[in-house]
């Protein structure tokens, strides 16, 4: 998947989590609290996207993301990194 | 100062509301079915009394749902429809709102799901913690019903119900809230709750392929009890206050009583359940010989019936014969923290409509268990003054008093 492709899915994931949004209305530019999510409406948001994404938040990491944005990077990092930790892996 | 029932609600595997539940229990209708929710096949027993019917989804948001455990979601539920039914407690003060909730095992549907993902190395539900906690489904119902007042979790295993409603008894008498909502929630169909009382012996496992025959109290041949799930609700309020904004009024909560065996975690002894019964009727200002109706605890394991059995011909002596004795876990299984809360209300609803439900499967009964309990069928008889019963693990003994206000 490429950013645009991850960013849409992202967006539309968020959409269906978080109730009375509509995805028009969410950009990568948005900030949690910006769409009515307090600290632990993230937290819950982000480990329902570790499973709906097949990915696993590094908490370090996680804790610094603010906007919608941040896990669409996260996913396209980790998603390019894998093959990669799977070569290293085998040899 | 008389303290009185004035909302009922139920959710259980025969029925959802007190109609539905009523209208199963005097028929005689058994809850009990292999079990859905998971794969039971490598279980030693196999059956329960599952609340199948239920979506949390037609009264709880999404956001809700995240954060709640099931035996929360099941106490919200039993909360809204007691509510509902007492007509709201807009005349009292937020503050003066108490919230008094028994739960034997909490939120363990999320303890057991998020220990499976953690043993498979996957992160676990951000609200695991304040999803399992005993107390969450009390918290919740001040939450959702904006009720400021005290707010407690009694976990006392198989008479927590029992023992939250006596505690909110004392509130009331004591003169810490106007009203209170008080029962019990349970949902631990689960396969490790469910292995752990396989492991002791404690659950039925005879009668996996006739599931409406399991739950059999004081019948010959019962071989433990049939785990099960739900919750119950009642609204208390003192007389005064009830009488005052013109609520109707289904019973009075005269008594309660409640004493720990101090002899074995899990083995019943009958002094102690004598003591509990006796304190509870003394609590009320009466006699044993007041009482003519009793819904037992009578859970159906071998012991269990025939040790209540001896503790109630050792109170009420020869008149022990002329109570007409019933037992609710004989259709709807074991409810736990939950059972003496839908047994109250069994109870209330004895002494509001004169009708004693049946005791099912009773076709035989054990020598041993050699009093009148209702067997088979429904019987139109107006209680005045009835007893519940419940004792739980840990020798814990609580018996209540109700009576026609």
């Not at chain 2, 037992?296 to 019936?305: E, K």
Request: hydrophobic share 40%; net charge negative.
């Amino acid at each position: 998947m490429d950013t645009a492709d991850i960013e849409t899915k992202v967006i539309q994931f968020i959409a269906t989590k978080v109730e009375n949004l509509d995805a028009s209305t969410i950009s990568a530019s948005s900030k949690f609290d910006e769409l009515g999510l307090d600290s632990m409406d993230t937290i819950q948001l982000l480990f329902d996207a570790e499973d709906a994404f097949g990915i696993n938040f590094e908490g370090e990491e996680a804790k610094g993301f603010r906007c919608v944005g941040d896990i669409v990077s996260y996913i396209e990092k980790h998603q390019m990194s894998a093959p990669l930790t799977k070569n290293e892996g085998q040899a | 100062m008389r303290v009185v029932v004035t909302g009922m609600g139920v959710v259980s595997p025969i029925g959802t509301g007190t109609d539905q539940f009523w209208a199963a229990a005097i028929n005689g209708i058994s809850g009990i079915q292999k079990i859905r929710c998971f794969d039971a096949s490598s279980q030693r027993s196999q059956i329960a009394g599952e609340i199948t019917g239920f979506d949390p989804n037609t009264f709880l948001s999404a956001k809700y749902i995240d954060q709640t455990d099931r035996f929360t979601q099941l106490a919200l539920l039993a909360t809204h429809l007691a509510l509902e039914d007492a007509g709201g407690l807009d005349a009292y003060a937020p503050q003066c709102l108490a919230v008094s909730i028994g739960s034997g095992m909490g939120g363990f549907a999320t303890f057991e799901s998020s220990a499976a993902r953690k043993f498979r190395n996957q992160s676990i539900p951000p609200f695991t913690v304040p999803r399992t906690m005993a107390n969450s489904a009390a918290a919740w119902i001040a939450i959702k019903h904006r009720l400021k007042g005290v707010n407690l979790t009694c976990s006392t295993a198989c008479s927590s119900g029992a023992n939250a409603i006596g505690m909110a008894l004392d509130l009331l008498r004591a003169g810490r809230a106007d009203a209170v909502i008080a029962g019990g929630a349970e949902a631990c169909v689960l396969p490790l709750t469910m292995t752990g009382f396989e492991a002791l012996h404690a659950l039925t496992t005879s009668f996996n392929t006739e599931p409406a025959r399991a739950s059999r109290p004081f019948a010959k041949g019962r071989d433990g009890f049939v785990m099960s799930e739900g919750a119950g609700m009642l609204i208390l309020e003192k007389e005064e206050g009830a009488k005052q904004r013109g609520a109707k009024i289904y019973a009075r909560l005269a008594g309660y009583g409640q004493t720990c065996d101090a002899t074995h975690i899990v083995m019943p002894d009958m002094d102690g359940q004598v003591a509990a019964m006796h304190a509870a009727i003394r609590d009320a200002g009466m006699e044993p010989d007041s009482i003519d109706h009793i819904n037992a605890h009578a859970t159906s394991t071998p012991l269990g019936d025939i040790v209540e059995t001896r503790a109630i011909k050792a109170l009420f002596g020869d008149r022990a014969r002329d109570i007409a004795i019933n037992a609710t876990k004989s259709m709807i299984g074991h409810t736990v923290g939950a059972s003496a809360a839908i047994g109250s209300i069994a109870t209330i609803m004895a002494l509001h409509t004169g009708t004693i439900h049946p005791t099912i499967n009773l076709d035989e009964a054990d020598p041993e268990c050699d009093l009148d309990y209702t067997p088979n069928h429904a019987r139109q008889k107006q209680p005045r003054n009835a007893l519940c019963n419940a004792f739980g693990f840990g020798g814990n003994n609580a018996s209540i008093v109700f009576t026609t206000p």
